[in-house]
């Protein structure tokens, strides 16, 4: 893998059925729920890019992209 890439969770929230599998999933504590229970980043600088919330998602809402 190349280190000089910058990675970014993205989450479509139209996808998103706001089961919570991420959320407790997540080794990180990256996300929490905002008033309709679906995932906010609200930190996501502690997230190691592991894409166990990508795994998870059982509706492919979340992914892990890549940038050079």
């Known amino acids: 893998m190349n280190?000089?890439?910058s990675k970014r969770?993205?989450?479509d929230l139209k996808l998103c059925k706001a089961c919570g599998i991420c959320i407790a999933m997540c080794p990180k504590?990256?996300?929490t729920k905002d008033e309709d229970a679906k995932p906010l980043k609200t930190h996501?600088?502690?997230c190691v890019f592991c894409r166990i919330c990508e795994s998870v998602c059982p509706?492919?809402?979340i992914r892990i992209v890549e940038e050079a």
């Open 59 to 61: 509706d492919f809402a």
């Open 3 to 5: 280190s000089s890439k």
């Open 44 to 46: 996501p600088e502690a």
């Open 29 to 31: 504590n990256v996300f």
């Open 9 to 11: 969770v993205e989450i």
